[in-house]
């Protein structure tokens, strides 16, 4: 079953924080977090496994609440670089990953 | 060169025609998986294979078959395309021992399908 992400969209300025939510209806093995630029293959940031693991990436961190099925994105003194699209996706189970529908994230000058 | 690698990167054809989209890597990994991209719906699983004897379903899997030819190559065949299945494909890799976790994601490029 798909994960839930919002929002759906985010525009940012240069600078701002932003935070993008994942939650699924599943127990969850662990959560992974990919951004997509516009034309590109998504890439990978980051898994978040069972355990309530933090993990970063540059000034982009993760957190994973087991408990409520949930993860969030952090996104902090956001760059120019930050615009794409954000996938999370979700292990259950022996299940492979899902993804979510996505995050579009826009960071302005 | 890049380390998964997906022919061709852009294919129109017409409804009815047989389309065997290929892909190839480098990475030395035994899973090879096929995701289709619509926009707005995330990154769907077709089919999935973890090694050169184990295939199996995702998601969306109807309308499409795959074969595994080696530990490398992993192809992505619609039989009989029809307009619907006008999408961005994307051909993905991760390595094996993570247990129940996927592991990291390596993408290639994408083949953009256009059914007319």
């Known amino acids: 079953q798909q994960p839930v992400q919002s929002p759906q969209a985010v525009i940012l300025r240069e600078g701002e924080d932003a935070v993008i939510n994942c939650s699924s209806s599943k127990a969850l093995y662990s959560v992974h977090w990919y951004r997509q630029k516009h034309g590109e293959a998504p890439v990978f940031l980051m898994i978040?496994?069972?355990?309530?693991e933090q993990k970063g990436h540059d000034k982009i961190s993760a957190s994973f609440n087991e408990k409520k099925q949930q993860s969030s994105l952090y996104l902090t003194a956001s760059q120019l670089s930050y615009s794409g699209t954000y996938f999370c996706?979700?292990?259950?189970?022996?299940?492979?990953?899902?993804f979510g529908k996505g995050t579009m994230l826009l960071v302005s000058p | 060169d890049a380390d998964v690698t997906q022919t061709p990167r852009n294919r129109i054809t017409k409804t009815g025609k047989r389309i065997m989209l290929e892909c190839s890597q480098t990475k030395g990994h035994d899973r090879m998986y096929w995701y289709r991209q619509d926009p707005g719906l995330g990154l769907q699983l077709i089919y999935y294979?973890?090694?050169?004897?184990?295939?199996n379903k995702g998601e969306i899997s109807d309308g499409y078959s795959v074969s595994r030819q080696a530990q490398a190559k992993f192809s992505l065949s619609l039989e009989s395309a029809i307009p619907n299945q006008t999408a961005l494909y994307f051909c993905?890799?991760?390595?094996?021992?993570?247990?129940?976790?996927?592991?990291?994601?390596?993408f290639g490029e994408g083949s953009r399908l256009t059914v007319l």
């Open positions: 996706g979700t292990v259950s189970g022996y299940s492979t990953l899902t």
């Open positions: 978040l496994l069972k355990g309530g």
């Open positions: 294979s973890f090694d050169v004897k184990d295939i």
């Open positions: 993905a890799t991760s390595d094996r021992d993570r247990g129940r976790d996927t592991g990291e994601l390596f």
